[in-house]
C-alpha cells in the first residue's frame, strides 16, 4: 500500500510540475543558430515543450534553426529579425487553441521554412483562438520549395505591407478557417507553389494576390468573404486560380475588382457543372487579358469584360455561358490591325458546365489602337460562340470614314469595315 501511495504522490509532483510549466515562454539566444532540441540554444536552458511557447527574437543577423526529429509546442512566436526553420524533413506541431504571431506592430519579421512541415494539432474550430497575425510593415511569411504550413490559421490576419510567398515546387500553404480583411497586403504563388484558403477569405482593398508559372495554384474552396473593388487579383505565366463555395451548387459569387489572366486560367473548384457562378459587380469589377475561363456562367452585372490589356491584343476562351444582367455592363474589344491574330476575341465552348452561349446585354465598346486603319474591306469576329442572343443594348464602333456592317454580329460574332471608296483622277489634255 505504501508502495502505491508513494508512486501517486510522484505522479502528482510530475503532474504539478507540468502544470505549472503550463504557457511559459522559451526564448531562443543563439544568434548563430542551430537545433532546436539543444537545450543551450534557449532561455532558460530547456527546449520548448508542449505547453510552451517558443518564442525568437534575434535581430543581429539572419540565422537558421534546424530539427532533428518531430517537435511539439503549444506556440510560436517570430517577434523580430530573419529566421529560417529549416526541418530537414521533419514535423513542428502546434496547439489547437495555439495564437501564433509573426512580427509585431513596430517590428518586422522574416520567417522562412524549408524542408518540412509546420502544422496545428486537431485543426477544427475553437471560439476565440487559433488566429495567426502577421504583422508590422514589412513582415513576410516565406514557404520555400518541399515546406508546408498547414492548418496553423483558423484565421488569418494580416497587417497592410505584409506578404505571404509561397515559391518552388512542393511549397503549400494551406488554411481551413477564415480571414480577417486582408487590406493592402500581398500574397505571392510562384514556381509551382500551392496556396490554399478552404473558407471565406476575404480580399480587402488594396489587397494584391499574384499567382505566376506552371504548376502553381491558388484554390479558394469556400470564398464567400467577397473581393473589394479597390483589390486585384493577378494570374500569369501558365498559372491556375481556383475558387468556389460548397453552400449552394449555383454557387454564385461576387467579384468587385479586376481579375487579369495573362496566359493562365480561372475555373471553379468543384468538378459539379453546375456550380461555378460568378458575377462581374459593379464599376469596378474586371476581367481581362488571355487564357481560359471554367465556369458554369460569367454574370455580367455592370462590372468589364476586356481580352487583352489596355493597348493590347488577346483572347479569353470560356467554357460555360456568359449571362448579362445589367445595361451598364461592358465589353471592350481592341482592334490593332486586319488580321485575327491583331484583334480581340471571346470563344465560348460548350460542355456540362453551359451551353457556350453569349447572352448578349450591355454595351460593346470596340476601338481602334495603334492608329489603325484598314485599307481594305475587312471583318473582326469578335465572338466565337455557339450561339449570340438577343442583343447589346448599345454598340460603339471606331468612327472611321468608311462604312460598318454588323448585320453578322448576332450570327458569327462580326462586324465588317468598308472603307469609303476610293478617289476617281480625271485627266484633262
Given at each position: 500500500m505504501k508502495i502505491i501511495i508513494k508512486a501517486f504522490a510522484s505522479f502528482v509532483l510530475t503532474l504539478a510540475a507540468t502544470l505549472g510549466a503550463q504557457a511559459a515562454d522559451i526564448v531562443w539566444t543563439n544568434t548563430a543558430g542551430g537545433a532546436f532540441q539543444d537545450p543551450a540554444n534557449w532561455l532558460p536552458n530547456v527546449v520548448p515543450f508542449t505547453n510552451d511557447t517558443a518564442v525568437f527574437e534575434r535581430t543581429e543577423a539572419p540565422y537558421t534553426v534546424t530539427w532533428h526529429?518531430?517537435?511539439?509546442?503549444?506556440?510560436h512566436i517570430v517577434r523580430a529579425g530573419t529566421v529560417t526553420f529549416d526541418l530537414q524533413g521533419h514535423t513542428y506541431s502546434l496547439h489547437l487553441t495555439s495564437t501564433n504571431t509573426l512580427g509585431t506592430t513596430t517590428q518586422a519579421a522574416l520567417l522562412t521554412l524549408t524542408n518540412?512541415?509546420?502544422?496545428r494539432l486537431n485543426p477544427i474550430y475553437v471560439r476565440g483562438a487559433q488566429t495567426y497575425s502577421i504583422r508590422g510593415s514589412g513582415t513576410t511569411l516565406f514557404v520555400r520549395s518541399n515546406a508546408s504550413f498547414l492548418e496553423i490559421p483558423y484565421y488569418i490576419a494580416m497587417d497592410p505591407t505584409t506578404r505571404i510567398i509561397v515559391d518552388g515546387p512542393g511549397a503549400l500553404y494551406k488554411g481551413i478557417g477564415y480571414s480577417r480583411p486582408i487590406k493592402h497586403a500581398t500574397i505571392i504563388v510562384t514556381n509551382g507553389g500551392h496556396f490554399q484558403a478552404s473558407a471565406s477569405l476575404i480580399i480587402g482593398d488594396g489587397c494584391l494576390i499574384h499567382v505566376h508559372g506552371d504548376n502553381t495554384e491558388a484554390?479558394?474552396?469556400?470564398?464567400?468573404?467577397?473581393m473589394s473593388p479597390a483589390a486585384s487579383i493577378l494570374?500569369?505565366?501558365?498559372?491556375?486560380?481556383?475558387d468556389g463555395y460548397w453552400h449552394k451548387l449555383e454557387n454564385v459569387q461576387t467579384i468587385a475588382g479586376p481579375i487579369t489572366l495573362i496566359d493562365a486560367e480561372w475555373r471553379d473548384a468543384y468538378t459539379e457543372p453546375t456550380r461555378g457562378w460568378r458575377k462581374l459587380t459593379g464599376p469596378g469589377a474586371l476581367l481581362q487579358g488571355t487564357g481560359n475561363v471554367v465556369l458554369s456562367r460569367l454574370i455580367m452585372d455592370g462590372g468589364t469584360m476586356r481580352p487583352g490589356l489596355t493597348n493590347g491584343i488577346g483572347?479569353?476562351?470560356?467554357?460555360?455561358?456568359?449571362?448579362?444582367?445589367?445595361?451598364?455592363?461592358?465589353?471592350?474589344m481592341e482592334l490593332a490591325g486586319p488580321t485575327a491574330a491583331e484583334h480581340d476575341r471571346i470563344r465560348l465552348t460548350a460542355n456540362a458546365r453551359g451551353n457556350g452561349f453569349y447572352y448578349a446585354g450591355g454595351i460593346l465598346n470596340v476601338t481602334a489602337i495603334h492608329d489603325f486603319v484598314p485599307a481594305k474591306v475587312t471583318t473582326f469576329q469578335l465572338i466565337d460562340a455557339v450561339a449570340i442572343e438577343p442583343a447589346f443594348d448599345q454598340v460603339n464602333l471606331p468612327s472611321w470614314t468608311g462604312t460598318w456592317i454588323t448585320n453578322d454580329?448576332?450570327?458569327?460574332?462580326?462586324?465588317?469595315?468598308?472603307?469609303?471608296?476610293?478617289?476617281?483622277?480625271?485627266s484633262i489634255r
Open positions: 526529429g518531430n517537435v511539439t509546442n503549444h506556440t518540412g512541415t509546420i502544422r484554390l479558394f474552396t469556400n470564398n464567400s468573404g467577397g494570374i500569369t505565366g501558365g498559372a491556375t486560380w481556383k483572347e479569353l476562351t470560356f467554357t460555360g455561358h456568359i449571362t448579362n444582367a445589367a445595361p451598364t455592363s461592358v465589353l471592350e454580329l448576332y450570327t458569327a460574332g462580326e462586324i465588317t469595315y468598308l472603307p469609303p471608296p476610293a478617289g476617281t483622277l480625271l
